[in-house]
């Protein structure tokens, strides 16, 4: 099928790229001309696991383009929008310039009967306002939510565990499932048995569709990922109470996790969640509950933003507290700048945010990373950044995991980290080293919600 998607960042690029490797024909649209020359020259212009390899198939085989002209969206059946909504700057609401601005854009070039299918997270609601003017050039809107991780977003974009497609005026399904049995009386125009037909591989392999209302689709997403920032934040709360009690969090979340309603996944206490997603898509929910007039509902998720950046204040803590004498002028080297490891994404990177506030403290901050460095060094050009892991720690009076990269969390041996440094101090802020085996190689270990 020939398809467009409009943005091509983390989410666009990967989608195009993933649409053409199982066959259809895709134009990525973005108005960035080096983000499109570099994927045009098959180069992913951020790090993902297998995103280079699909993209430059995808160019060889003639099924993926890139251009910065929304003309060559025409003639396209389906037109995924991706494109970013982030926070706004004065506020909590997500900003939704770039959707409006897409949506605009394309609006010359729909075909009558052309399917428009957002992907971007956004406040509920947002589809039905953008549906009249869709409509109006006799196109349908549908919303289809991204659930992709970075770091796996192309597997879980080729073979996603579920997919979500909110449709106007079309009542749910009794169970919510729509397992094709229908398919015979949908008409081919049926706008989701369009998407049911670009996720075939999926589908056919057994990944539930399932068919909403736009409103439910939109919900689906932002409700997931609160759902995930709580389950982060609720085990660091724990964490918090087992810091005044001596209990170790980890062993509480392992136990726990072994009850399958609760789930081990997601119960990584440490300096909590960052990124693109979970922070910036809670508070847009807070913000359009409170527009709604639900804004108790989800008054929680205050609470789940507040606890998650107190982690970030406890993380600093413990390096202070360790020296007798402060931090001022000492040497902290921070192992990890991404928000997550797999990933070089710094958008709200709990792991830099500690860098920068013990710079702030007084220390002499040293950053290293394997993929994140150069996206951290223009963000934050007063930190001290070292691309070599073990040159970063040469002489460091303490040592900080913020980022759980294997480079640190397997690779890195107490023994041989501690012929590097100058003092053995370290602060596991990602819970992912073996406590005692530090121990055991001379150093002093601290851990988040750990004895
Ligand atoms: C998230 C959702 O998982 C994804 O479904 C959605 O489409 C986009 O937002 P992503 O931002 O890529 O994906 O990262 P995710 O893997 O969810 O991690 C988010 C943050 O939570 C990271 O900073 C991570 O370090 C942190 N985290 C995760 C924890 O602190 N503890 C955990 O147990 C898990």
């Known amino acids: 099928m020939r398809l467009s998607v409009i943005g091509c960042g983390y989410l666009g690029a990967v989608h195009s790229a993933a649409m053409a490797s199982i066959g259809h024909e895709v134009i990525g649209i973005d108005v960035d001309a080096r983000k499109i020359a570099s994927l045009s020259a098959g180069e992913a212009p951020f790090f993902e696991p297998g995103l280079p390899e699909i993209l430059s198939e995808g160019i060889a085989s003639g099924n993926l383009r890139f251009t910065t002209d929304m003309a060559e969206a025409k003639g396209a059946k389906v037109h995924f ?15 939704l310039t770039y959707v409006n601005a897409a949506v605009d854009a394309l609006l010359p070039y729909l075909n009558p009967g052309d399917i428009v299918a957002g992907k971007s997270t956004v406040p509920v609601g947002t589809a039905a306002e953008l549906a009249p003017r869709i409509e109006a050039a006799g196109a349908t809107l549908v919303w289809n939510p991204e659930f992709l991780r970075e770091g796996w977003a192309v597997q879980d974009t080729i073979d996603p565990d579920r997919l ?31 998407l049911r037909e670009v996720y075939h591989p999926a589908i056919a392999k057994g990944t539930p569709f399932i068919v909403t209302d736009l409103a439910t689709a939109e919900l689906v997403k932002v409700s997931a990922n609160a759902f995930l920032a709580t389950k982060i934040s609720f085990i660091n709360a724990m964490a918090e109470i087992a810091e005044v009690t001596g209990a170790d969090v980890t062993q509480l979340a392992d136990a726990i996790g072994h009850d399958v309603r609760i789930g081990r ?19 847009a929910f807070s913000a359009r509950a409170e527009e709604l007039g639900r804004g108790e509902s989800v008054s929680f998720l205050r609470e789940i933003d507040a606890i998650n950046l107190r982690r970030r204040e406890r993380a600093v803590h413990l390096v202070v507290s360790a020296f007798d004498d402060g931090v001022v002028g000492k040497k902290v080297t921070v192992l990890g700048a991404a ?8 958008r709200d990177s709990p792991a830099l945010d500690v860098a920068v506030r013990l710079k702030g403290l007084g220390a002499e901050v040293t950053v290293t990373d394997p993929e994140a460095l150069e996206n951290a060094r223009r963000q934050h050009p007063q930190l001290n950044y070292v691309d070599d892991r073990d040159e970063a720690l040469r002489g460091a009076d303490a040592v900080v995991v913020v980022t759980e990269w294997d480079e640190y969390r397997r690779q890195l041996s107490p023994e041989h980290a501690a012929s590097l440094v100058a003092g053995t101090i370290v602060v596991d802020g990602r819970n992912c080293l073996d406590a005692s085996a530090w121990r055991a190689a001379g150093w002093t270990y601290y851990g988040m919600g750990r004895p």
């Open 81 to 95: 929008i991706g494109v970013g909504t982030p926070q706004q700057a004065d506020g909590y609401a997500a900003d």
């Open 339 to 346: 928000f997550k490891p797999h990933s070089d994404d710094i």
């Open 164 to 194: 979500v497609v909110g449709v106007a005026s079309r009542p749910s399904t009794g169970s919510g499932i729509d397992d094709g049995s229908d398919a015979s009386t949908s008409s081919a125009t049926d706008p989701a048995e369009v």
């Open 265 to 283: 996944r997601f119960l990584g206490a440490g300096i909590g969640f960052g990124g693109g997603c979970l922070p910036k898509d809670i508070r």
